[in-house]
């Protein structure tokens, strides 16, 4: 096995505590990596699976057992899990405060004010200290609530043309159409998230790099301290994964602009005595600060019902040892990268539990979804969110690039 690859699996393996090193240049990158064949017959190390599509879809493989995201086991942890440390309800940690930012007044100040300003910077640091941020008073919960109705109304009588996906652990996940209430303004074109996912998704290792460009790239990274403003200085190339991404891989936006785009908009249904989910990440390159994922819970989420446990520094191969279990209110949204280690934990509940999750990310990541992935009509309800998310979205990262944090 190449020497860089095993590296990587080490790595991602390991919770060490780190010390953060000066920051690197991308021209430090080593040439002999790069000149490094992959040996045939290695699986590639973009995911753990190939990507297949859910049952329905046109490419899914009749006849074979498939379950996408997932291990031998079905993506089911039993082994012991480390400490927890709830955000919220009776067993709540005071440690979890570092992990919330109240964001009440972000709807009684005025559009670019000092106020707003204020909370966009502190958001944004709790994210990329941890990995995840939970905002809090953010959206309207009366909403939140009606809404997992409207989850449970498309998972049970699904349109035609849309399709059904399996997860790890019993969970599955189904795109929501363009329409009411999945449009509501506070919803996926939240002016805040929008904000900071401009300032924050920032990783261009992906866009045009080959497979292996971007494991050297990641190993250098981790090895010489994981510096978190690294990928920052990463531009951008020309290459089949910016130009022409293949079969998994994201192809959202254009190949020549730098940053973000809206991914997809999907609710993921949990059932009732669900396993706890194994650990893992939703992508592995390239890396941190690539894909930025938006969680808004429908369900009233508990403890033990089935909300997602993440090791905070871990986008940093860092950790504390232990999980931060999310059980967030309504009126509640969670901000995670997608590079951090988490999974969803037992759902002892007698009923299913909804989520709606949507992403943003940069061109040409590997995430296991393919074209028309969730249905032909799904893909056009992608499109539709698009329309409306990407220009506003662009407009932020316009004005970063206008002040040279975007290069």
Not at 29 to 48: H, K, N, V
Not at 143 to 155: D, G, K, Y
Not at 208 to 229: F, K, L
Not at 373 to 396: C, I, M, N, T, W
Request: with cysteine; proline share 9%.
């Amino acid at each position: 096995m190449r020497r860089g690859t095993l590296l990587l699996l080490l790595l991602l393996g390991l919770w060490p505590q780190r010390h953060r090193l000066h920051e690197l240049e991308f021209t430090q990158f080593t040439p002999a990596w790069q000149a490094r064949r992959r040996l045939r017959g290695l699986r590639s190390f973009y995911g753990d699976s190939v990507p297949v599509p859910p049952p329905g879809h046109p490419d899914y493989p009749v006849g074979a057992e498939v379950q996408p995201f997932a291990n031998q086991n079905g993506g089911v942890d039993d082994t012991i899990a480390p400490p927890r440390l709830y955000m919220y309800g009776p067993a709540a940690s005071p440690l979890a405060r570092s992990y919330a930012v109240d964001c009440s007044t972000w709807h009684t100040s005025p559009p670019g004010s000092a106020e707003r300003q204020q909370l966009v910077d502190q958001v944004l640091m709790v994210l990329r200290k941890n990995g995840f941020a939970v905002l809090e008073g953010m959206v309207p919960a009366e909403e939140q609530l009606a809404m997992e109705a409207a989850a449970v109304r498309h998972f049970e009588g699904l349109p035609k043309g849309y399709f059904t996906s399996p997860l790890r652990a019993d969970r599955s996940q189904v795109h929501v159409p363009y329409e009411e209430p999945w449009s509501a303004e506070w919803l996926v074109p939240n002016d805040l998230v929008l904000q900071v996912t401009a300032r924050y998704v920032i990783n261009n290792m992906a866009c045009g790099r080959s497979e292996e460009e971007q494991q050297a790239a990641w190993c250098q990274w981790v090895t010489q301290g994981s510096d978190m403003d690294w990928f920052y200085a990463v531009p951008p190339q020309q290459g089949p994964l910016a130009t022409d991404p293949p079969h998994g891989c994201t192809c959202v936006g254009k190949a020549e602009e730098l940053g973000p785009w809206l991914g997809r908009v999907m609710i993921t249904k949990t059932p009732k005595q669900s396993p706890l989910m194994t650990r893992h990440r939703d992508i592995i390159l390239p890396g941190p600060f690539a894909q930025l994922t938006v969680g808004v819970p429908l369900t009233p989420l508990v403890a033990n019902n089935g909300p997602l446990a993440l090791r905070p520094g871990s986008h940093l191969m860092d950790s504390p040892g232990y999980e931060v279990v999310t059980n967030i209110p309504h009126g509640s949204i969670m901000l995670y990268d997608s590079f951090v280690d988490h999974r969803a934990v037992e759902h002892h509940g007698a009923s299913d539990r909804y989520v709606l999750y949507y992403e943003f990310e940069t061109r040409g990541i590997f995430t296991g979804y393919v074209d028309g992935h969730f249905g032909q009509e799904a893909s056009k309800s992608e499109h539709d969110f698009r329309e409306v998310v990407d220009p506003v979205l662009r407009e932020y990262v316009a004005q970063l690039q206008d002040q040279q944090v975007l290069r």
